[in-house]
Structures are given as C-alpha cells and as structure tokens.
C-alpha cells in the first residue's frame, strides 16, 4: 500500500512554487486564511482544508485565484452549529490511491475547554471524470479515536487521553 502522508505547508509550498520557475509573477490562491492541510489531485491541482471552516477547496497550482471547486463538509462531519466554535480545525491529511483520510485537532481550546467539534477522523474520496473534480464523503466520521488510543494498552505509556486534554497554547510549546 503506497500511504503518503503531507503537511499543508509542504504540499501548498510546493505546489505553489513549482509553477514560479516559469512563472511571470507569483501564484495566489484565494478563500483560504489559514491552510491547514492539503493533498495533490493531480499533477495540476490540490485540494486544501482551512483550519477555521469545515470547507474543502480544490485550486489548480499554476491558476492564480481561481477556485476549481469547494464543498462545506459540516453536515457530514456531523458538527454542532450551536457550539460554541462550529469548526473541525482539520489539521492532517493522508492520501492512499483515491482516498483522503483527514484528521482534526482533537484538541482543546486555549483555555484547555473541551471543543467536541474537533474531534474528527474522516474520508473523502476523489472523483474525477476530466476537468471536472469531485470530493465523496466516505462512511462516517470516527468521533471515539482519543477514547480508543487511550484504551489501547500498547499506548498507555503516552496517556493520550490527558495529552489532549492539555490547552493548545500548551502543546505548541511542548
């Protein structure tokens, strides 16, 4: 199985950069504030996930601005609209063949509040017939994934569970 594992900072950077060696003036993409984890399409686009909405963007690389195609996942990603942050904060994403598996926070406010909504493992697979790109929300989201690392005796030594109990503000200076 060939799993290729991405950060949003390398994939956005190299996809960006790429087309800037025969470029005239730089790329820039648009709608997206904070990227947060991205995946190639194809040799000419990527989809991207922005950390502060639950919203799937696919760009082409060399395109400037132009958004091929965008799909808001809250409703599959099952998120409280009445919480108190209504966002998943996707963070990681893993590409095997056609399929995305995404990964949110799992983590905690700044304050260390529990924010339910970030707690999110899902799939989307890729559909693609031409010019034409299409993301399918695969089965349903996995909402227990801390609860099972904790309970996984091989893990216990790292206590997942209080780890992601921990402020963000906290971990990031960890």
Not at 2 to 31: C, E, M, Q, R, W
Not at 53 to 81: A, H, M, T, W
Not at 128 to 135: A, K, M
Request: hydrophobic letters at 35%.
């Amino acid at each position: 199985m060939n799993i290729k594992l991405f950060t949003a900072t390398t994939v956005i950077t190299a996809l960006a950069i790429a087309p800037l060696a025969n470029a005239d003036k730089p790329v820039k993409y648009s709608g997206v504030c904070d990227g947060s984890a991205a995946v190639p399409v194809d040799s000419s686009g990527f989809i991207v996930a922005n950390d502060e909405d639950n919203i799937l963007r696919v760009y082409k690389r060399d395109k400037s601005g132009e958004l091929v195609y965008s799909q808001d996942i809250s409703c599959f990603l099952q998120i409280d609209p009445k919480g108190e942050n209504p966002e998943a904060d996707i963070e990681g994403a893993a590409l095997v063949g056609n399929r995305i598996y995404w990964i949110s926070s799992h983590g905690t406010n700044d304050e260390g509040e529990p924010r339910p909504n970030r707690f999110r493992f899902f799939a989307t697979d890729i559909e693609s017939n031409g010019n034409h790109i299409n993301l399918k929300s695969v089965g349903t989201p996995f909402l227990d994934l801390v609860q099972v690392l904790e309970n996984s005796a091989d893990l216990k030594k790292f206590d997942l569970g209080e780890a992601a109990k921990k402020s963000d503000q906290i971990q990031r200076r960890s």
